[in-house]
Nanobody, 115 residues
Framework: VQLQASGGGLVQAGESLNLSCVVS????????MYWYRQVPGKQRELVAS???????YYIDSVKGRFTISRDNAKRTVYLQMNMLTPEDTGVYYC??????????WGQGTLVTVSS
């Protein structure tokens, strides 16, 4: 299984980005998917997740601004990020967690939000 994240970039505060994570190999549709972010010197934190049935979860700081979604036909999970702030800056990683407990991570995509 391989996860390929993309869509990061440099934007100004208030702008938007849409991250994508394509999963190749294995089964995609039955597993929950996650987006994490990490800034230097801090632990990687969960930002959003989506169940196999497409139920989303968000941390409080991104509620109302971020939307996680999945397209099982394209084996892709998305993170639409609106009204970005400098505090959203970090490397964003996607993760798939299988029923065995095994986890697969993408390589990360850098999001930089300037004020």
């Amino acid at each position: 299984v391989q996860l390929q994240a993309s869509g990061g970039g440099l934007v100004q505060a208030g702008e938007s980005l849409n991250l994508s994570c394509v999963v190749s190999g294995g089964i995609f549709s039955i597993y929950p998917m996650y987006w994490y972010r990490q800034v230097p010197g801090k632990q990687r934190e969960l930002v959003a997740s989506i169940t196999a049935g497409a139920w989303p979860y968000y941390i409080d700081s991104v509620k109302g601004r971020f939307t996680i979604s999945r397209d099982n036909a394209k084996r892709t999970v998305y993170l639409q990020m609106n009204m970005l702030t400098p505090e959203d800056t970090g490397v964003y990683y996607c993760k798939m967690r299988r029923s065995t407990g095994d986890e697969d991570w993408g390589q990360g995509t850098l999001v930089t939000v300037s004020s």
